[in-house]
């Protein structure tokens, strides 16, 4: 069967203390019982996932949803830079305003960390990454939090999660 996610990204290039607030936020989730808190295989992206618990299900707004029978059920966490996105249908410049997905655009430079800017193929105006509207939605971020199979959350999880990182968050959806 095919796998879903839910990644909750900050809108920061680069995040502050990215490591401390990794864990800060695990802790946080540890303490409400959202998930187990020993190491296990239970993510596709690498093999230290925190598998879900008992009270996703508070959180949840389909706990009967939840995959608490699935292998692939845990919480992974990205400390470095990464792109969290599925294939995007649009991808608007914030300075000409046109769509550029089906020119030679690139993320590469800003994955790589030799710029935080992408270059329009279009206007060639740069831009700072999380400025272009990229839809679906993408995240861009050295720090994510990605949900493997969980079902929707609800909005007050949603709002507190992004208290605790204190700043704007992107969530994207993802079906491998
Ligand atoms: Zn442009």
Same mark, same amino acid.
């Given at each position: 069967?095919?796998?879903?996610?839910?990644?909750?990204?900050?809108?920061?290039?680069?995040?502050?203390?990215?490591?401390?607030?990794?864990?800060?936020?695990?802790?946080?989730?540890?303490?409400?019982?959202?998930?187990?808190?020993?190491?296990?295989?239970?993510?596709?992206?690498? %093999?230290?996932?925190?598998?879900?618990?008992?009270?996703?299900?508070?959180?949840?707004?389909?706990?009967?949803? /939840?995959?608490?029978? /699935?292998?692939?059920?845990?919480?992974?966490?990205?400390?470095?830079?990464?792109?969290?996105?599925?294939?995007?249908?649009?991808?608007?410049?914030?300075?000409?305003?046109?769509?550029?997905? %089906?020119?030679?655009?690139?993320?590469?430079?800003?994955? %790589?960390?030799?710029?935080?800017?992408? $270059?329009?193929?279009?206007?060639?105006?740069?831009?700072?990454?999380?400025?272009?509207?990229?839809?679906?939605?993408?995240?861009?971020?050295?720090?994510?939090?990605?949900?493997?199979?969980?079902?929707?959350?609800?909005? %007050?999880?949603?709002?507190?999660?992004?208290?605790? $990182?204190?700043?704007?968050?992107?969530?994207?959806?993802?079906? $491998?």
């Amino acid at each position: 069967m095919s796998d879903n996610s839910i990644c909750i990204v900050p809108k920061l290039s680069g995040y502050p203390n990215n490591k401390t607030k990794s864990n800060e936020i695990l802790n946080w989730l540890l303490s409400r019982d959202i998930v187990k808190p020993n190491v296990s295989d239970c993510v596709l992206g690498s %093999e230290n996932g925190y598998a879900i618990s008992e009270g996703a299900k508070i959180v949840s707004v389909f706990p009967g949803d /939840l995959p608490y029978r /699935l292998i692939t059920n845990g919480l992974e966490i990205t400390i470095g830079r990464a792109i969290f996105a599925g294939p995007p249908d649009e991808i608007i410049c914030p300075a000409c305003k046109e769509n550029i997905v %089906e020119d030679e655009w690139n993320v590469s430079d800003w994955a %790589e960390y030799r710029s935080d800017n992408m $270059l329009c193929p279009k206007c060639k105006q740069e831009s700072e990454i999380s400025t272009y509207i990229f839809a679906p939605e993408w995240g861009f971020s050295d720090l994510g939090f990605t949900f493997w199979n969980w079902s929707e959350f609800t909005a %007050e999880f949603i709002q507190e999660f992004k208290n605790k $990182l204190g700043c704007e968050i992107t969530i994207v959806y993802c079906h $491998l």
